[in-house]
C-alpha cells in the first residue's frame, strides 16, 4: 500500500488529537451504538494510530479481532459511516486496480467533553506548590493533581449543583423540560444528540425543531417502556430506535402531503380496477 496516499487522507497531527475527538464522538453518540458497532469501532481506533485517523484492516482482520460475524462487522461500519465519524476511502494499485479500503476517521464538528469546563489558564494568583510536602501534614504527601481536582470538583459540586441552566442554549427548552426529570441534567445533553444523530438520518423538509412535539413524545414512550422493564438495551439506544421510525414515518407522510405518494397510491388502485 501506498504510504504516500496514507497520509494524503490523514485528518489528525497525532494520536492526542484523534482520541480526542473519538472520544467526543463516544460521549455524544455511545448510546446509541450498539455492542458489535463499539466493538468494531474500537479495533478500527486501535489500528489507526500510525498514521492517526487511519486505518487500514482488511474485514476479515476485523471479524477475527472483535469475534463478530461478517454482516455485524459490515452493519457496524455502515453504522459509524451514517454518523459521520469515519469514512470509507477506496485505494488503487500502480497498475490502476482497485487497491484495499482505507478506514479515514473524521474530525467531530462541536467537541464536547465534561473536561472542557475546566479553565485553560491558571490565573496569576494562584498560590505556588512547595517542592516538598508539609512534615506535620501526613496527607500533604499523598496529595496529587488529580486528588486535588477530584476534590475541587466535589466541593463545586456541593455549592452549585448541577442543572438545566447549565446546559447549551442549542437544546430546545421543551425538549430539556421533557427529558430531565427521568435523566437529570447531565443526561439531557446526550440525549438531544441522540435525536440530532437520528434526524440526520432523514431528509425531512423542516427543520428539527419543527418535529418537537413528536420527538417529546417518543422520549416519554421510551421512558415508560424502560421503566416498565419492556426495554434489554440502554434508554438511549431504545430511544434513537423509537426516534428512527417517527422520523421514516414522517418522511412518507410529507411525501404524500406534496403529492409524491398520491402517484404511487393511484398507481396500487389501478391495479385492482
Do not use: C
Amino acid at each position: 500500500m501506498d504510504w504516500n496516499n496514507i497520509k494524503e487522507h490523514q485528518r489528525f497531527k497525532d494520536k492526542k488529537e484523534l482520541d480526542l475527538h473519538v472520544r467526543s464522538f463516544l460521549y455524544k453518540r455511545k448510546a446509541a451504538l450498539s455492542e458489535g458497532t463499539l466493538k468494531v469501532l474500537t479495533f478500527i481506533w486501535r489500528h489507526a494510530v500510525k498514521f492517526p485517523g487511519v486505518a487500514f484492516p482488511k474485514r476479515a482482520t476485523i471479524i477475527k479481532g472483535t469475534g463478530l460475524s461478517e454482516s455485524t462487522v459490515v452493519r457496524a461500519l455502515r453504522s459509524l459511516v451514517n454518523e459521520n465519524l469515519i469514512e470509507k476511502v477506496t485505494t488503487k494499485k500502480p497498475n490502476g486496480r482497485q487497491g484495499g479500503n482505507l478506514l479515514v476517521f473524521l474530525q467531530q464538528p462541536d467537541l464536547f467533553l465534561p473536561s472542557d469546563d475546566t479553565p485553560r489558564d491558571t490565573l496569576p494568583d494562584t498560590p505556588q506548590k512547595t517542592a516538598t510536602p508539609q512534615q506535620d501534614n501526613p496527607q500533604a504527601a499523598k496529595s496529587t493533581p488529580e486528588t486535588e481536582k477530584k476534590q475541587g470538583e466535589s466541593s463545586i459540586s456541593k455549592v452549585v449543583p448541577f442543572d438545566a441552566t447549565f446546559l447549551p442554549s442549542f437544546i430546545p427548552s421543551s425538549f430539556i423540560e421533557t427529558s430531565q426529570p427521568f435523566v437529570g441534567a447531565e443526561q439531557v445533553l446526550p440525549a438531544w444528540r441522540t435525536v440530532q444523530s437520528a434526524f440526520k438520518q432523514w431528509k425531512l423538509q423542516q427543520p428539527i425543531e419543527h418535529y418537537l412535539d413528536k420527538i417529546n413524545e417518543t422520549f416519554r414512550q421510551a421512558v415508560f417502556a424502560y421503566k416498565k422493564g419492556m426495554v434489554r438495551t440502554e434508554l438511549l439506544r431504545y430511544f434513537y430506535g423509537g426516534l428512527m421510525e417517527v422520523f421514516k414515518q414522517m418522511v412518507r407522510k410529507e411525501g404524500f402531503e406534496s403529492g409524491k405518494g398520491l402517484i404511487f397510491y393511484d398507481w396500487l388502485g389501478s391495479m385492482h380496477s
